[in-house]
């Protein structure tokens, strides 16, 4: 990487010029222009031009053979070949002269005022060194809604000091969907204008007459991460935000401020690519969105594809999906039935009627793996149950992600458990209760993935404290949970005893629970003794503080994670 820049080079420039180049004889170029449905264009131009090949004080004009009107959410690419001459060092290109691009309504007409573009002859002006004498190009030109017939490619001289003239090749002219920023792929740069590098940050600021509609999507990758990746995403009062995170995440669609510029990436990693590009989202039941538990949290939701729920993918563990509900209503229908089916005392095994079950309650957040879920949509094929609507979009969401699969028994259709887990949680709750219920189903769904992890939460509570697990088995009991079911049971220990800080287990546990059990007097025994000076019970307290402490040590070892965390970044608003 070249040190020392001073400041962003953004390849654009507004020139007025006055006239075309006398025409000579057209002939057809060597190459066509190519649009986003793969129709080819072809192009005349005087026979100097024929092989694209510009040296300084080149001048060519390729006339379409007809108008093309891509629309604004296109970008046209020019493919090119860079050779240097002489003995100049890598970077030297940036001194060696302009190559410019103008697109033109007419070419036979005099036009002033054109916008020209100036494709960069170097990979300095973002902080790269060229890999030698001879490399490629690829430049993205916003269009708007720019119509054009002819495309003037102008190569202008370098001052006289410059010691490295260079010889460009066009290889391609294509349309392509909208973008910003910069890639290295295939041994060439893509990159776009608007985008620069100040030797501690690179940068994509586009002006409000190249933007385009969203939603958008911005893709990174590096050779290495060795320091934290750190992005500031749009502007203070339009919703932009600093992230700080360990790895690399996707940030797609609505996880993006409606108006995403400036981007500004820290350059403390080998980054060799940064795009911010337009996104159009599969409908659904394709394409859960992947992205960090903390930004599904404050997704956009008029940008969720159903208006009453969204499916995401925990990008850190794909196997994972995480529904976001409009509200709680929508979640039951979603999920209330299911409950009852797999946890519910009383329930299990039976599909309930929306009358037996519309009085009680199901839950505010949901967890479930893949072989409940496939017997339950079983249970439900064989005996032919009413499913409502939403309950078979699920089970066209799980075929589709391979949570469940369909299968034959005895010549009848049934499903099979595929991999993976669910977990849901909704709109309706206030945010304080949604990062707690996130973090909770998220280790449930940790725990439906990985036997290691069951392993150690089936050990803990095998091994709880006497007066510990009586407490616990008498609020579980009731709160409707089938206790019979040592499965759930070390599931629900793991889950309660991660959802918060280490340091909060002592409230939850040692006065929270036990308030809200002590008022019902059948299980006052399995309560034990309260201090009633400090209006807690200590015992709790320290017992299930020791428990948060060994399952936070479990999770901080093997992902990184902590009771009260399962996201990797940290979102500031600007």
Same mark, same amino acid.
């Given at each position: 990487m070249i040190k020392g820049l001073q400041k962003s080079i953004i390849l654009f420039a507004v020139i007025t010029f006055s006239s075309l180049a006398a025409c000579t004889k057209a002939e057809t170029a060597d190459f066509k222009l190519i649009d986003q449905a793969g129709k080819e264009y072809a192009l005349s131009t005087a026979k100097d031009g024929k092989a694209g090949i510009l040296?300084?004080? +080149?001048? @060519? !004009?390729y006339q379409l053979d007809r108008t093309l009107e891509p629309g604004p959410a296109y970008a046209l690419s020019v493919t090119y070949t860079v050779q240097l001459e002489g003995k100049g060092s890598a970077g030297a290109a940036l001194n060696a002269g302009s190559l410019l691009v103008t697109l033109l309504q007419d070419a036979k007409k005099t036009e002033g005022g054109q916008v020209r573009w100036q494709l960069p002859l170097s990979y300095a002006f973002l902080g790269f060194a060229e890999p030698g004498p001879v490399f490629k190009i690829r430049y993205a030109i916003p269009l708007r809604n720019q119509s054009f017939s002819a495309i003037v490619l102008d190569y202008k001289k370098g001052t006289k000091n410059s010691s490295t003239p260079g010889t460009v090749t066009l290889e391609a002219i294509r349309l392509e969907s909208l973008w910003f920023g910069f890639s290295f792929q295939d041994g060439a740069l893509s990159c776009t204008p608007f985008v620069g590098f100040d030797s501690t940050a690179y940068s994509i600021n586009v002006p409000d007459q190249y933007r385009s509609a969203g939603p958008w999507q911005l893709d990174l990758s590096a050779?290495?991460?060795? +320091?934290? !990746? +750190? @992005?500031?995403?749009?502007?203070a009062g339009s919703g932009g935000y600093a992230l700080v995170s360990s790895t690399i995440h996707p940030l797609v669609a609505g996880v993006l401020p409606e108006h995403p510029f400036p981007v500004s990436l820290s350059a403390q990693n080998p980054y060799n690519r940064l795009v911010l590009r337009r996104l159009t989202l599969p409908a659904l039941p394709a394409f859960p969105i992947p992205a960090d538990p903390a =930004?599904? =949290?404050? &997704?956009?939701?008029? =940008?969720?594809?159903?208006?009453? &729920?969204? !499916?995401?993918?925990?990008?850190?563990f794909p196997k994972i999906l995480i529904f976001d509900t409009r509200s709680y209503e929508v979640q039951d229908r979603l999920f209330k039935r299911l409950a009852f089916y797999v946890e519910k005392a009383g329930f299990r095994g039976r599909l309930a009627s929306d009358a037996e079950i519309a009085p009680l309650h199901g839950w505010n957040a949901h967890d479930y793996l893949s072989k409940d879920l496939a017997e339950f949509f079983t249970t439900a094929e064989k005996t032919q149950f009413p499913l409502n609507r939403e309950e078979r979009e699920l089970r066209d969401i799980l075929l589709s992600s391979g949570i469940i699969q369909a299968s034959t028994e005895d010549g009848k259709k049934v499903y099979v458990p595929g991999d993976g887990a669910i977990i849901s949680i909704s709109r309706e709750s206030e945010a304080y209760l949604r990062s707690l219920f996130m973090v909770h189903e998220a280790f449930h769904g940790l725990f439906f993935i990985d036997p290691d992890f069951q392993a150690f939460a089936l050990d803990r509570w095998t091994h709880l404290d006497p007066v510990a697990k009586k407490f616990l088995v008498a609020y579980f009991q009731n709160r409707g949970y089938d206790t019979a079911d040592p499965y759930l049971m070390k599931n629900e220990l793991m889950a309660y005893c991660l959802q918060q800080r280490v340091s909060g287990a002592a409230l939850y546990f040692g006065k929270t629970l036990p308030e809200r059990l002590s008022a019902f007097p059948q299980h006052l025994k399995s309560i034990p003794e309260k201090d009633e000076k400090s209006g807690t019970w200590p015992a709790l307290a320290s017992l299930f503080t020791a428990e948060a402490q060994a399952f936070s040590d479990y999770v901080a070892k093997r992902w990184g994670l902590e009771a009260g965390r399962v996201w990797d970044i940290k979102k500031t608003s600007l």
């Open positions: 040296r300084e004080g +080149s001048r @060519f !004009v050779a290495s991460i060795a +320091s934290p !990746v +750190s @992005f500031r995403i749009g502007a =930004l599904i =949290l404050d &997704y956009r939701q008029e =940008l969720w594809r159903n208006p009453d &729920y969204e !499916v995401f993918q925990w990008d850190r």
